[in-house]
């Protein structure tokens, strides 16, 4: 019995339970709560010492100064159908939502803010200022429609949905798989409505001329005025340990400091759900997954990585246009021309000396994150999966271009390059925090092209990760279909002791 082993075996209750679960990200735990209504003895086992995956909070700069580790705005969190549906705020979650959802600043001082109102963001873009309202209008109207379809996996609950709005699918299908480059270009006539498009587009980590990258966009910005961009009062934390909290009531387990180096370490269990990246699970299956399909796992693709910075502040970041303190996320990086070529760099492996930065200011809206006044910023850029370049440098600079005498206001800085962010974070392969890269073809099909993307060949393996759909983001929706899919066969199987 190796030492991990006796680790887990010592901190777990039990020697056998219905279900396991690898890792307590946001998929994670969403999964867990889903077998654990069902009636099944759900045990989660975490590395880390609290629960969180990319959702954890922490004094990376100064005692008193509390940062977001890594993921911190939640639009898709707050919007999310399964959240929704979770008695979360009995246990300690309270959303900060302003009524502002981000701002995009220029190099002549203008700045559009992007309020949850559409006509009074639209008229911010003066000559373009219809193009803007119908372009999110005509989505907005159908946001719950495309929610459900967009956050599920396609099936037959959501084929009927597809039939039964044909008008608003092809509505959204059409611009959806355009590039961000070409929509923008097509959609407005003046570079504040591009510039402005490329830098929600841009979260995705894709070249603005790459096919879908308008999709992401799209989704972030309907979202930002159908639901707000909001964020955990008291840091990302406060999500995670709601969610963690609610599945104990459900009398779930949760084991943390159990680090695994196979699945074969875990108790006796007849289903394993893992909240791991496809890499991690082909090289902790072993023998218990076929050689072919470990292969196909081992294929899959990971986007740029990031890197990540935090600061201390003895005052609010100094906007040179003061509109920017009214929204919690700030993008930085001024034209379309200029965002979409940082992005081609990373893409080309490459770094940009002027690098799109997403930057947020939490302190402005959440007294818990700092002492009074003083303050706080969350920002990070991307870079080439696995790039061991400091960025610090380029994105201060690029900060103090649309702030300036940021830097006179820094008390203590924190830097996380893509390393660290994969050893805080065993998923963040290279430092890709989206979970796999989002290209069209994999955003698709992933992690590997099957029927369930949630299943294995082995009947008692199941994926709940980012790398399964619909992907990225904060709304455990992976976690809950993945919990489904295990459930629907759940009465068939027996007891496996591995």
Known sequence: ?????????QKASKKSYDAIIIGAGP???AAAIVLAKAGLDVLIVEACNTVGGGCRSAELTLPGYLHDVCSSVYPLGYGSPFFRTLPLNDFGLRWINPDVSYAHPFDDNKAILVYRSIEKTATQFKEDSDAYYKLMQSLFIDWDMLCEILLNPLHWASIQKLIRHPLSLANFASKSLMSAEFLSKTIFQHSLGPGVF???SAHSGLPLTSIASASIGLVLNIAAHAVGWPMPEGGAQKLSNSLGEYFMHLNGEIVTKCNINSLEELPVSRLILC???PQQVSRLAGHLLPTAYKKQLENYKYGPGSFKMDWALN???PWNNPDCLKAPTVHLGGSFEEIAQSE??????SHSSKPYVLLAQHSLFDSTRAPANKHTAWAYCHVPNGSNVDMTEAIENQIERFAHGFKERIIARSQISPSGLASYNANYIGGDINGGSLRLGQLLMRPVPRLNPYSTPNETIYLCSAATPPGSGVHGMSGYYAALSALAGWHAKKSIAF
Not at 1 to 9: A, P
Not at 344 to 349: D, F, I, L, R, T
């Open 1 to 9: 019995m190796s030492k991990t082993d006796s680790l887990i075996k």
């Open 27 to 29: 998929n994670g735990l």
């Open 198 to 200: 490329a830098g929600v």
């Open 275 to 277: 909240d791991l990246m």
């Open 315 to 317: 005052g609010p970041i």
């Open 344 to 349: 081609q760099a990373v893409n080309s492996k």
